[in-house]
T-cell receptor, first 114, second 115 residues
Framework: AQSVTQPDIHITVSEGASLELRCNYS??????LFWYVQSPGQGLQLLLK??????LVQGIKGFEAEFKRSQSSFNLRKPSVHWSDAAEYFC????????????FGQGTILTVHP | KAGVTQTPRYLIKTRGQQVTLSCSPI?????VSWYQQTPGQGLQFLFE???????NKGNFPGRFSGRQFSNSRSEMNVSTLELGDSALYLC??????????????FGPGTRLTVL
């Protein structure tokens, strides 16, 4: 069965500082991996996705993530955080044969200090 | 292109009642997935429909059901509501034709409160 672990429940950074959110997955084959962001009371917005090929993927809002098969990780990074990045971030894995089922991590809440 | 829409956005029901939530996918998307989000359990998969057929189902009781119409719009129904059913219900759509087409795009959700 596939699973996702986000080790950090809550991260606080200062505006302008760099950010890395960790994600580890468990899946038997090459997974499809995603990062979504959720503002309070809102739905999930897709930040970026990995399917195959280049292990460094670029997303919206200046985010990027690196797929490391040897570490079963897909960490999200941003070089300089803005106050508007404060939200909850979810890593998710999709197995191509698990029709329509994304498995999510527990989420990481990001707080940004001015 | 319009995004995924969900109606209603907010619902308040009492225990024992039933509720129907609606989801309209992005134009051209044939797959709709439903998720329940709670503070304690996080995001959990309910079921997925593709071309009016349920292809996958999560670990939820039979009180949770759904359907999909020929225009790909989907509804989910919860009967005999319990307090624990209070949650944000999210639907997501995708083209579901493999690879990147399996990317799911989410609606804003329906906030259900059971009193």
């Amino acid at each position: 069965a596939q699973s996702v672990t986000q080790p950090d429940i809550h991260i606080t950074v200062s505006e302008g500082a760099s950010l890395e959110l960790r994600c580890n997955y468990s899946y038997g084959a090459t997974p499809y991996l995603f990062w979504y962001v959720q503002s309070p009371g809102q739905g999930l917005q897709l930040l970026l996705k990995y399917f195959s090929g280049d292990t460094l993927v670029q997303g919206i809002k200046g985010f990027e993530a690196e797929f490391k098969r040897s570490q079963s990780s897909f960490n999200l990074r941003k070089p300089s955080v803005h106050w508007s990045d404060a939200a909850e971030y979810f890593c998710a894995v999709y197995g191509g044969t698990s029709y329509g089922k994304l498995t999510f991590g527990q989420g990481t809440i990001l707080t940004v200090h001015p | 292109k319009a995004g995924v829409t969900q109606t209603p956005r907010y619902l308040i029901k009492t225990r024992g009642q039933q509720v129907t939530l609606s989801c309209s996918p992005i134009s051209g998307h044939r797959s709709v997935s439903w998720y329940q989000q709670t503070p304690g359990q996080g995001l959990q998969f309910l079921f997925e429909y593709f071309s009016e057929t349920q292809r996958n189902k999560g670990n939820f009781p039979g009180r949770f059901s759904g359907r999909q119409f020929s225009n790909s719009r989907s509804e989910m129904n919860v009967s005999t509501l319990e307090l624990g059913d209070s949650a944000l219900y999210l639907c997501a759509s995708s083209r579901a034709t493999g690879g990147m087409a399996d990317t799911q795009y989410f609606g804003p959700g329906t906030r259900l409160t059971v009193l």
